[in-house]
Structures are given as structure tokens and as C-alpha cells.
Antibody
Framework: EVQLVESGGGLVQPGRSLRLSCVTS????????MHWVRQAPGKGLEWVSRINWNSDTIVYADSVKGRFTLSRDNAKKSIYLQMNSLRAEDTALYFC??????????????WGQGTMVTVSS | EIVLTQSPGTLSLSPGERATLSCRAS???????VAWYQQKPGQAPRLLIY???SRANGIPDRFSGSGSGTDFTLTISRVEPEDFAVYYC????????FGQGTKLQMK
């Protein structure tokens, strides 16, 4: 069974940092690009970032560029999102997700359950 | 930046009725890179359709996708009780973008 399990969310003050993790199992991790997608409370979905299989290509949404850093460890089948200079508008449920096979990139066939990040003083 | 606008915002139907959900793009980005997701309260989204019209694994054939250019449609031929949820269209590829969602609710 394919599984994505996020962790690391919590309550943090504006301007501080947080690191999210996503541990995967059940598929050949190094064959896929991985992504983070977030959802503010009661709102829609917003793509955050993508990392390709060997970390050669990492792309960010404009809203997080320069503040968030995405990385991966293929040996641990995991990805990590370092979030710095957090703002209230970063408050959201953060989902880890993977590319669907044979679709190029950006169509997501498996999602984790999400980890909640709340930025508030 | 490509903007996806979904309509209607809310669709009220009874089980057994046909649902037609629309998604309009602010510019043409290529027909292939359109996906649809279903999200129920407290759950992660589920991929329904990719490539504008291909069903993802395990998706019932009452769900179908169509469209090209800037106008795309998700159709549920006969709504089942478990289909009441929020539906998002997506332009995927290098910078994925989602529509704002259509809530399908029971009349």
C-alpha cells in the first residue's frame, strides 16, 4: 500500500521557522517527483513546491519563494520542507503528494493526511 | 499566471441526477494538462480525472471529463450519495494551479 505520512506541523510565531517531513512507503520513491500542496482553513488548494527525483529541479510558488526550501533523501524515502520567515497567511494544512504515473508532473495520485501549520502570535 | 474559474460555486442535486461542473481557464495552456479532484470533509483530495478525460485508477465510470482549449467539464452521469463533496479542477505541469472549487451538495 502506498503511504505518505507528514509530520512537523504546529503552532509557531510569525517570523519563526518550522520543518515539515513526509515519509513514504509502498512505491519506488526515487522514480517520482514529490510536491507539497497546502489548504488554508475553509479555503481551496494551493500548490507550494515540487522536487524532481534527483533534486536537480526544485520549483516554488511565488508566495513562498525565498522563504521555503524543499529537499529530499532518497535513501530515507522522504521529503522535507524548511519553512522560514513564516507569516499568518502560511497557516494551512500541508499535504505531501506524489506525481501520478505517466502524467508528466503535477497531477497527484496519492496524498498524505496532512500536517497543520498555524502561524500566530 | 493562468487562473482557473469553476462554476457553479455550489450545485444542489438529488441522487440519480446528472452533475455538470465547469472549469474555465484564463488562457489556453494545453488540453492534456487538466485534472479533477474530489475532496470530502476532513479528507485529502482524490484524483478523479487526468489528461482532461482519463479516469484515474479505481474511479467509477459515472465520472467523465471533457473539454479543450480553455473550457473543461467534469460530468457525473448519475450522482450517488457518496459523491457529495467539493470538486477542484487543476492545470498541472510545471506550475500547478487549482480552481476555487465547486461544492456538490444534496438538494
Amino acid at each position: 500500500e502506498v503511504q505518505l505520512v507528514e509530520s512537523g506541523g504546529g503552532l509557531v510565531q510569525p517570523g519563526r521557522s518550522l520543518r515539515l517531513s513526509c515519509v513514504t512507503s509502498g512505491f519506488t520513491f526515487e522514480d517520482y517527483s514529490m510536491h507539497w500542496v497546502r489548504q488554508a482553513p475553509g479555503k481551496g488548494l494551493e500548490w507550494v513546491s515540487r522536487i524532481n527525483w534527483n533534486s536537480d529541479t526544485i520549483v516554488y510558488a511565488d508566495s513562498v519563494k525565498g522563504r521555503f526550501t524543499l529537499s529530499r533523501d532518497n535513501a530515507k524515502k522522504s521529503i522535507y520542507l524548511q519553512m522560514n520567515s513564516l507569516r499568518a497567511e502560511d497557516t494551512a494544512l500541508y499535504f505531501c503528494t506524489k506525481d501520478a504515473p505517466n502524467t508528466g508532473t503535477g497531477a497527484f495520485d496519492v496524498w498524505g493526511q496532512g500536517t497543520m501549520v498555524t502561524v500566530s502570535s | 499566471e493562468i487562473v482557473l474559474t469553476q462554476s457553479p460555486g455550489t450545485l444542489s442535486l438529488s441522487p440519480g441526477e446528472r452533475a455538470t461542473l465547469s472549469c474555465r481557464a484564463s488562457q489556453n495552456f494545453g488540453t492534456y494538462y487538466v485534472a479533477w479532484y474530489q475532496q470530502k470533509p476532513g479528507q485529502a483530495p482524490r484524483l478523479l480525472i487526468y489528461g482532461a478525460s482519463s479516469r484515474a485508477n479505481g474511479i467509477p465510470d459515472r465520472f467523465s471529463g471533457s473539454g479543450s482549449g480553455t473550457d473543461f467539464t467534469l460530468t457525473i452521469s448519475r450522482v450517488e450519495p457518496e459523491d457529495f463533496a467539493v470538486y477542484y479542477c487543476q492545470k498541472y505541469g510545471n506550475s500547478p494551479t487549482f480552481g476555487q472549487g465547486t461544492k456538490l451538495q444534496m438538494k
